[in-house]
């Protein structure tokens, strides 16, 4: 372990410690900062659970004519924004640098030209200002996003650990159990696609027009289209995946849905992408399929962790930016009610990429004494498994 990590534990997490327990003493505030895709954000939370205040830039009138996201375009966007973006949310907040606890920064996954846009602006703010730096997992700070949202009388971080959570998002499917801070079993990830992808992708093959704000972009364009379609229309010609073979496996595939449709769409042609009933009709059933898919496997994590494991889960937890679709999280609802488990979801706007995540999953790993050194480097591919193994 390194020195500068055994100062922090010896001296400034002592003192968090104490803080915590007294009652005169102000909750802990960290700042986070979010910059692994194409969303520049940052957000001040507190150990008390309150959101001080958040910032979000998008670029979506970058993209969009591209078709998709622009790794170089998306890091010259997050340089232009970010400084306006951490001042602006100092200033929400009424507070300046000095007057934060901790530093979080997205470190990984994400998009190499990305991520170290916010990296390096968090090490030099943490370094300059002699601050705690957090190198937050992306998909860490998905997942712990509920324990900040969730009402409970308490005010405490809920749910409690053990709970199973689905994270998904245009980079990633998975599903795992969530044991403690920085210790999650695997139990399985998609094999080709993230869902995410190839609901983007799909939208793009109908022709569907972005929609505009935070909560936009080509996901929440096929999720409106979905909303007036006949999901029956099409369903037939669509691929079950993992049904004939692999039922019994924890693991996602949505490759061969997506490229069903592709065929639908420009081969054979049975969808005409300029009637909207069509593209509504299609865009229906490869939502459908989707979660009837996730579902499955679902079905198959609970039974092995609840039966077999005999493990004490709390709640299933669905977070990232597919979370927010309204289809999914009614039929995941009722999945987890038949297995007297709760879903808990983080609010729609707190599903997409967001600083508010980051500065929460810093501030649990802040108080769990994981802080890290100014020297950290970006993790373009950082397994989550791998977090427990981290000295």
Request: charged residues 20%; proline residues 6%.
């Given at each position: 372990?390194?020195l ?21 003493q ?47 375009l ?44 916010g ?6 703010l943490?370094?300059v200002?002699?601050k ?15 324990r ?15 709970f ?11 599903l795992?159990t969530?044991n ?23 939208a ?10 935070r909560?936009?972009?080509p ?32 693991a996602?595939s ?9 065929r ?21 059933a ?7 898919h ?86 373009p ?11």
């Open positions: 372990m390194s500068l990590r055994s100062i922090y534990r010896s001296t400034i997490l002592g003192r968090t410690s104490t803080r915590l327990l007294s009652t005169t102000r909750p802990l505030r960290v700042l986070g900062i979010e910059t692994s895709c194409d969303d520049t954000s940052a957000a001040i939370v507190t150990s008390d659970r309150r959101i001080l205040s958040e910032v979000v830039r998008g670029q979506q009138e970058i993209h969009e004519p591209m078709g998709g996201i622009v790794p170089t998306a890091s010259k966007g997050h340089s232009q924004n970010l400084p306006g973006v951490i001042s602006e949310t100092l200033e929400l907040a009424g507070l300046t640098i000095q007057d934060l606890d901790a530093i979080a920064v997205t470190r990984g996954p994400g998009l190499p030209p990305c991520l170290p846009v990296l390096n602006a968090g090490k030099v943490a370094a200002f002699k705690p730096l957090i190198g937050v997992h992306h998909m860490e700070a998905h997942a712990l996003t509920a900040l949202t969730t009402e409970n009388e308490l005010n405490q971080p809920s749910p409690a650990f053990p199973m959570t689905l994270l998904i998002s245009g980079g990633h499917t998975l795992l969530a403690a801070i920085g210790d999650y079993d695997p139990l399985g990830t998609t094999l080709d696609n993230a869902v995410g992808e190839a609901i983007d992708k799909t793009r093959l109908l022709k569907l027009d972005w929609v505009k704000g909560r936009g972009g996901g929440a364009a096929l999720e409106l289209a979905a909303s007036t379609g006949d999901p029956t229309r099409f369903m037939s010609r669509l691929p079950k995946p993992m049904l004939e073979r692999n039922t019994s496996v924890i996602f949505f490759s061969g849905l997506k490229s069903a449709v592709a639908l769409v420009e081969m054979e042609k049975l969808v005409d992408t300029s009637n909207p009933q069509d593209v509504s009709d299609m865009a229906a490869f939502q459908l399929t989707c979660i009837q996730i579902e499955q496997k679902i079905k198959l994590a609970l039974n092995q962790e609840l039966i077999v494991n005999k493990k004490p889960l709390t709640a299933l937890v669905v977070s990232g930016g597919v979370a927010s679709n309204t289809l999914f999280r009614t039929r995941l609802e009722a999945l987890a009610a038949s297995y007297d488990l709760p879903l808990i979801c983080p609010p729609p706007q707190l599903c997409t990429d967001n600083g508010v995540m980051i500065a929460w999953a810093g501030l649990e790993r802040f108080q769990a004494g994981l802080i890290d050194d100014y020297t950290i480097t970006t993790l591919k950082w397994p989550l498994e791998s977090l427990k193994f981290r000295e």
